[in-house]
Nanobody
């Protein structure tokens, strides 16, 4: 069982990045709530965006209009397209797979660093 996050890096303010979260093992994104969270130094982890099993999406107010969460069920992969990045978006970004119905689970990926700086 694994969630592999990738795509982070250093970008200038106003730039874009696309994060990917590839699920494997017994995680199937089509029947899970997939979330992107982030944690900046000295701050608590916060939800950035999520997508449900039926495709419903939810975003933190701070990223609405700039970030887009999507999924490719055939690749069992979730994406976070981040545009108009700001320095305050700097954080480690984590993906999460959550399911309450049997089989239930709550898995986290290893995190990918996003740094927005000039």
């Amino acid at each position: 069982v694994q969630l592999q996050a990738s795509g982070g890096g250093l970008v200038q303010p106003g730039g874009s990045l696309r994060l990917s979260c590839a699920a494997s093992g017994s995680i199937f994104i089509s029947i899970s709530v997939m979330g992107w969270y982030r944690q900046a130094p000295g701050k608590q982890r916060e939800l950035v965006a999520s997508i449900t099993s039926i495709g419903g999406t939810n975003y933190a107010d701070s990223v609405k209009g700039r970030f887009t969460v999507s999924r490719d069920s055939a690749k069992n992969t979730v994406y976070l397209q981040m545009n108009s990045l700001k320095p305050e978006d700097t954080a480690v970004y984590y993906c999460n797979a959550y399911r309450t119905l049997s089989p239930s689970y709550d898995y986290w990926g290893q995190g990918t660093q996003v740094t927005v700086s000039s």
